[in-house]
């Protein structure tokens, strides 16, 4: 790896976007945020989750994910925000969801947070 990042530093410039291409951050950005600590998620009305974590070191805005274990392979994007929180909707009522977020600034996106579980409520019945 070490091998890629000096031949690519004698062909692109540090802010060039293309070292993203390759799956690194660009040297000449600002570092990236670290990993959000702290996640917590929480049913929070029919078909949603809170999802909330602690603010990360770095971080402009956060970017949450949800994955159903047996279903998705990869986690999937459920939504941003520029503060440590997202009410997730539009999931599926009384599902095991994993949920994790990352932290974002202009140098780029923080590893995946561990996941925590949370099962979105149903809708309420009528009396």
Known sequence: MSGLVGELKQRIGPDDPRW?????NMPGSRS???VPENLTAVSYGP???LATCDEAPRA?????YTQISLEQPEPVFAGHSPLPSLVITDLEPDQLYQVFVSAVNEGG??????????TPSALAKAA
Do not use: K
Not at 20 to 24: H, K, N
Not at 60 to 64: C, E, G, H
């Open 47 to 49: 078909g949603q989750i």
């Open 109 to 118: 996106e923080s590893p995946l947070s561990e996941p925590v579980q949370a």
């Open 20 to 24: 993203r291409d390759f799956g690194l």
């Open 60 to 64: 402009t805005r956060y970017r949450f």
């Open 32 to 34: 990236t945020p670290q």
